[in-house]
């Protein structure tokens, strides 16, 4: 699609041929995950189909979309989160790090442990807020000293400062903002590769979501980080590369599917996107 | 969601500006009008009427500002905001070469007029007309070919603006005519930098329809 949209496009200038190769060495960065003609279906009614995307080391990946498109259903295939789901089959291939993903001999527990995931709605564990750090460490037995790992998280997380004086006190203090970054130190507290976000601000106030998007521009360095966002503008403040999503129906008007519409770097998406229903999303006209 | 008053604020944005547009044309067939007949008096009613094009000016400056800050336009709305906020300072600067030849025909009063230079400025006054009425309709109507068109109309009005200056130097050896023809040499030139906005206004037609930037010309060559 982009290639198709570059041939009419004229000669280009100076200042264009400069920014088109330090696209190229954006998009040359090494691919955590190449995923290739992916289909999701739940007992036969497909919820997405035919996404190809490859997602960048140390980038924040967004994607955007109508509520329906599947955006949600495609970041759990990252960390196998559909195997949960009874009836789910997932069609084509997720490599990671050039491996299948779903291969036989992968463990989705490992997958897990590499590949974390933060969730719409704050969910930490009815425990300490040590605890809720130190939990994954402790069932993983992972070597070293757990205080320093969960100081660690929390340092990461950009909370240690607000709780380091309350640890043992109940996670569920803390305030919606507050626990989200726990749930984001828990994360951590297990050395992830990736870190997987489904609407993580969502739930939060506007100070709150602005701490959880600095915190994603901070862990990009060190981690790689895809993000499901309803937030058009937050999209466009912390990702690197967006995707957008869209509903397909059938001409019956009953089957309902998801498509990968365009993926492109997100200053491109928000700027001059190549395809018009891109256009019509983020423009706020559909959707 | 369809962004209905999103939308019609756009409308009205544009409106402001090619309602700025009108406002300048008048000042500038004033102006042109002031110096070919020697009018001072319309001379200072064009001097006054900058008043209201400034006016304008900062009613689409405004638009664009809470545009900005309410709506946070992307992709072309993006692109149009930005093109109006350029358009609407090219169109100011516009009325102010206006005001400049006004004030330049002021200038000149009492000293004998060359009435083959005032013929020029009368060519280079309806072709920079001409130039501002394509350059607003261009943008009206997203069209680029016609935007683009304003290049070959710039060089229509650069060769009158040549043709001035080998008349001057023809009258130079009258002494008085020589002082009217000196301050007329600028009266030129404000109309040949009109036209050069006007290009500049094509340009952001072109980039509000194909999301890329670039000159008509390359001023460096």
């Known amino acids: ?287 | 969601m369809a962004r209905i008053s999103f939308q019609e604020e756009l409308d009205e944005l544009e409106l402001e500006l090619r309602t700025e547009g009108e406002l300048v044309l008048r000042s500038l067939r004033g102006a042109v009008e002031a110096v070919c007949s020697q009018d001072l008096e319309l001379a200072d009613e064009v001097i006054a009427f900058d008043d209201d094009v400034d006016a304008q000016y900062f009613e689409v400056e405004q638009g664009v500002e809470l545009l900005l800050a309410r709506q946070t336009p992307v992709a072309s709305d993006l692109r149009l905001v930005l093109a109006l906020l350029k358009d609407n300072l090219h169109l100011e600067r516009m009325g102010d070469l206006c005001v400049t030849i006004a004030k330049l025909t002021k200038l000149t009063k009492g000293l004998p007029p060359d009435e083959v230079l005032l013929e020029g400025f009368k060519e280079m006054g309806e072709r920079a007309e001409q130039m501002i009425r394509v350059a607003l309709r261009s943008l009206q109507e997203r069209d680029r070919v016609a935007a683009e068109s304003l290049l070959e109309l710039d060089e229509l009005i650069d060769r009158a603006n040549r043709r001035v200056v080998n008349r001057l130097l023809e009258i130079g050896h009258d002494l008085e005519r020589r002082e009217w023809g000196l301050r007329m040499i600028l009266v030129s030139r404000c109309l040949e930098r009109i036209g050069d906005h006007a290009v500049d206004v094509g340009e952001q037609t072109a980039y509000l329809v194909t999301g890329e930037f670039r000159e008509f010309t390359d001023a460096s060559r």
Not at chain 1, 75 to 97: E, K, Q, S, T, W
Not at chain 1, 145 to 170: M, T
Not at chain 1, 181 to 191: F, Q, S, T
Request: net charge negative; glycine share 6%; charged share 25%.
């Open chain 1, 1 to 287: 699609m982009a290639d198709e949209q570059l041939t009419t496009i004229e000669p280009m200038s100076l200042a264009d041929i400069a920014q088109e190769q330090s696209d190229k060495s954006f998009t040359n960065r090494e691919a955590v995950f190449e995923v290739k003609d992916l289909a999701v279906d739940y007992s036969g009614a497909i919820a997405i189909r035919e996404v190809s995307l490859d997602v960048y080391k140390n980038s924040v990946t967004a994607f955007i979309g109508p509520s329906g498109c599947g955006k949600s259903t495609f970041i759990r295939c990252f960390n196998r989160m559909n195997d949960l789901v009874p009836g789910a089959h997932i069609h084509g291939d997720v490599l990671y790090h050039g491996k299948d993903l779903y291969a036989a001999d992968v463990d989705p527990v490992e997958v897990r442990r590499r590949i974390g995931m933060v969730f719409q709605k704050p969910n930490p564990f009815p425990k300490s807020i040590y605890d809720n750090v130190a939990f994954g460490p402790r069932v993983l037995r992972l070597r070293g000293s757990l205080d320093e790992r969960v100081e660690k998280g929390l340092r990461q997380a950009a909370l240690w400062d607000e709780v380091k004086n309350r640890l043992k006190e109940s996670a569920l203090g803390l305030s919606g903002g507050q626990q989200q970054r726990l749930c984001i130190a828990r994360c951590l507290a297990v050395e992830p590769d990736v870190i997987l976000m489904d609407e993580p601000a969502s739930a939060l106030d506007p100070i709150s979501t602005t701490r959880i998007e600095d915190l994603m521009h901070d862990l990009k360095r060190e981690y790689t980080i895809v993000i499901v966002t309803h937030n058009m503008q937050q999209a466009a403040r912390v990702a690197d590369m967006t995707a957008f999503f869209s509903v397909d129906v059938a001409p019956d008007g009953n089957k309902r599917t998801g498509i990968l519409v365009e993926y492109d770097r997100t200053s491109k998406i928000f700027t001059t996107p190549a395809d018009k229903r891109t256009e019509d999303y983020v423009t706020g006209r559909f959707g």
